[in-house]
């Protein structure tokens, strides 16, 4: 068996405390200057109305509070760059779902699924974040294709953060923050019809209930069915509920009961092969796979929220979440075998298929207490946040594999096909090779006091100390179905994490600030040991968490009585002791490498009045990377240099509305010889409205068409879509 030795019991218990590229910078920071200055003209020559429009006239793309408990301060005050994207900008944006939201936040790259690693896979600043998903602050472990139909914000807090979310958050997190019930009636139904055969219906109601103070009951409700622009075969079908209850316990308790199902059934993507370090050069259509390839995905959500004020001073957040998640899955993976060059007439290149298969269902039950003190020390005002959390998560996978390549021979043949003009069928079946059972324990508590010397100084300072226990025990099995070993791996780790920042408050509309903060990377972080989901490797066992630490100066303005907000950042990220494969110990990995990110960001977002409202951004991020054994130097996988996001909404008149936005991504690597060029995507919108409750709505996607590859792995890479056009049908009461 790989990486373990039979019946083994491995036990650690570890305590430790711890250039730009001129022209786009010069393009930028001159379109900025000449937004702000016209913004100042206009607020000048518009005075009066300025004044009168001042509540109604602020950005819809605004947000000025985190929906994390654990931040107390404005996102003005927090030293920490965060990207929000507000559901208005959703909607104007068209995101069906938690990925197209993504793809709009400079910084961030897709990776592709591999086998068991489906749903979201993003990258953070050049690390991989598939493991740092959170819903409503409290982790969202489910490896499933998350959706914003229920979502009021995405947050983006980009750095290490282990201080606030426990293990990984190593280039930052992803918090999904739900709607919640309210006190005003709402009803919404948003009907989107387009090509590649989608069709999207979701609905929003919210009531008020006669049942004392703040009692409101909340559902949203979800039909998808979609291919993909562009591509053959590939299609995917969701349907989801959200229903939300909240009461008031007396005048000092609020309980909200919300739950979540959401379940997918999707023929999966895994795009074309590699050849010579690029994909391969066929048309974007073409599907290797069969059309009998499935991915069934499924998470039941369910949170328990109390809220309670003792007095002027204290306050309690209670959370308890149970989360049921599972996943069956029939992949295939396209392949070409060695000397396939370029240069090959694509007609006369086979193309091998490996068959992923496998089932899993992940568990999980949370509880996290907040209690929030406001006091004063003197002439010291202190926020502080502490509190307590505890997790049972479990996780138990299945990997199944067919195949005959020239790279894994799996002792079941499958049908080869051709690189031009693939197709075929197989009805065969698939090997079991390796079922799991992981169990983890997190217990935790945490600190975080933010203290304000008067109206200009703050410093926060925080830390954590988790505890995170793993029982993991596999078993393996030959291609007849016999059991060949098994294997028991016991791991305790217990890390202290830090954060620290000082703000400068020059103005109150402005911010200074530099923080520092730590994180930590389990070997068993997704409660798994498998390292590779094809060789089934479990290189890492014996490991101890990989240590990271962030550094970040940056600068925070609202702009044109708030009404735009400007962020700018400077940035390190240094992980120390990143696994790289053991050059005297073949098939696992040692603590020897050293990754570094340095990179640049700036965000505006906002509006000048009613009229027009905008957001854009720029990432710039120098990445390298060594294993310190071998002085093997290269670039990090899936990192852009640059990335770019621009958005703008005009209204013309009292009822039209267009809007019009592109990004940018810079090529990326992986593998260190495997490469994905950059590319530029378009997009535009048109708004209509027919009445005060009838909004007719035109979103088109990549409007030039452009083929460009938007997820990459090391044995596959999968084409963006082409061009997308949808029509929508949105009634609002």
């Not at 050849?275 to 066929?282: K, L, N, S, T």
């Not at 073949?586 to 570094?596: S, Y």
């Not at 030039?704 to 090391?714: G, K, R």
């Amino acid at each position: 068996m790989s990486g373990l030795k039979s019946k083994a019991v491995v036990k650690r218990f570890r305590k430790k405390p711890s250039t730009l590229r001129r022209f786009i910078s010069q393009a930028l920071l001159g379109a900025w200057s000449n937004l702000i200055l016209a913004g100042q003209v206009y607020s000048q020559q518009q005075s009066v109305e300025v004044i009168i429009v001042e509540e109604t006239g602020r950005s819809p793309y605004l947000i000025d509070e985190s929906s994390i408990g654990k931040f107390t301060e404005p996102l003005l005050d927090t030293p920490q760059s965060v990207t929000t994207i507000s559901a208005e900008l959703m909607e104007d944006r068209n995101a069906m779902s938690l990925d197209d939201a993504l793809r709009n936040v400079p910084g961030i790259t897709l990776g592709a699924g591999e086998f068991s690693w489906q749903g979201n896979n993003p990258n953070i600043r050049g690390f991989s974040s598939r493991n740092d998903m959170f819903l409503d602050g409290m982790r969202d472990l489910g490896s499933y294709a998350r959706d914003p139909f229920n979502l009021d914000t995405v947050e983006v807090l980009l750095g290490s953060s282990s201080m606030v979310f426990g293990r990984g958050s190593t280039g930052g997190v992803i918090n999904q923050s739900t709607k919640k019930p309210m006190q005003q009636e709402l009803r919404k139904l948003h009907m989107n019809f387009g090509n590649a055969s989608t069709t999207r219906v979701t609905a929003d109601f919210n009531q008020p209930l006669d049942l004392g103070r703040d009692a409101a009951f909340r559902v949203n409700l979800l039909g998808h069915k979609a291919d993909v622009p562009g591509r053959d075969v590939v299609e995917t079908e969701r349907y989801g509920v959200a229903p939300s209850l909240s009461l008031a316990l007396g005048n000092a308790t609020q309980l909200t009961l919300n739950y979540m199902h959401l379940q997918s059934d999707s023929t999966p993507d895994y795009g074309l092969p590699w050849i010579q370090g690029e994909p391969a050069a066929v048309d974007r259509k073409n599907f290797y796979g069969f059309e009998t390839d499935y991915l069934e995905t499924q998470a039941d959500v369910s949170s328990i929220i109390l809220d309670h004020r003792f007095n002027e001073t204290f306050s309690l957040n209670t959370q308890l979440r149970h989360a049921d998640y599972s996943r069956s899955s029939f992949i295939t993976e396209p392949q070409v075998g060695p000397g396939v060059t370029r240069s090959d007439a694509p007609a006369s290149v086979t193309v091998y298929r490996m068959i992923f298969t496998g089932d899993s269902n992940e568990r999980m039950l949370q509880t996290q207490v907040n209690l929030r003190a406001d006091f004063t020390t003197g002439f010291i005002e202190h926020t502080v946040i502490s509190g307590i959390e505890s997790a049972e998560e479990s996780s138990d996978p299945a990997f199944g594999f067919a195949s005959q390549t020239p790279y894994f021979d799996y002792g079941i043949a499958v049908p080869t096909t051709n690189l031009a003009n693939p197709g075929g069928s197989y009805n065969g079946v698939t090997a079991t090779r390796l079922r799991s059972d992981a169990s983890s324990d997190t217990l935790a508590a945490y600190f975080l006091d933010t203290i304000k010397f008067g109206d200009q100084w703050q410093l926060s300072l925080g830390l954590r100390r988790d505890r995170f226990t793993n029982n993991y025990t596999e078993y393996r099995f030959d291609v007849d179905g016999s059991q060949t070993s098994s294997g028991q791996v016991i791991t305790k780790d217990i890390e202290t994490s830090y954060r620290t920042a000082l703000v400068y408050k020059p103005v109150a509309d402005g911010t200074i600030y530099l923080g520092w903060g730590t994180s930590f990377n389990p070997s068993g972080e997704s409660l798994s040991f498998v390292s590779s989901g094809r060789a089934l490797t479990t290189s890492n066992i014996f490991l101890e968490p990989e240590e990271n630490e962030s550094l970040e100066l940056g600068s925070k303005w609202n702009l044109l009585n708030d009404r735009l907000q400007l962020d700018a950042a400077l940035f390190r990220i240094t992980k120390k002791n990143a696994r790289v494969s053991d050059p005297l110990n073949p098939g696992f990995n040692t603590l020897a490498g050293e990754q570094e990110i340095n990179g640049f960001s700036v965000k505006l977002s906002g509006g000048l009045g009613e009229i027009l409202h905008f957001t854009t951004g720029y990432t710039r991020l120098d990445d390298k990377q060594e294993n310190l054994l071998t002085g093997n130097t290269g670039r990090m996988d899936n990192v852009a240099e640059d990335s770019f996001s621009f958005w703008i909404n005009w209204t013309q008149g009292e009822r039209l509305d267009y809007g019009i936005g592109t990004r940018y991504l810079d090529e990326r690597v992986v593998n260190n010889r495997k490469f994905a060029g950059d590319y530029w995507a378009l997009d535009a919108m048109m708004k209509y409205q027919y009445s005060d409750n009838i909004t007719i709505k035109v979103n088109l996607t990549n409007l030039t068409d452009e083929y460009y590859f938007d997820q990459l792995h090391p044995w596959h890479v999968i084409p963006g879509p082409g061009i997308g056009g949808v029509f929508a049908i949105n009634l609002d009461y």
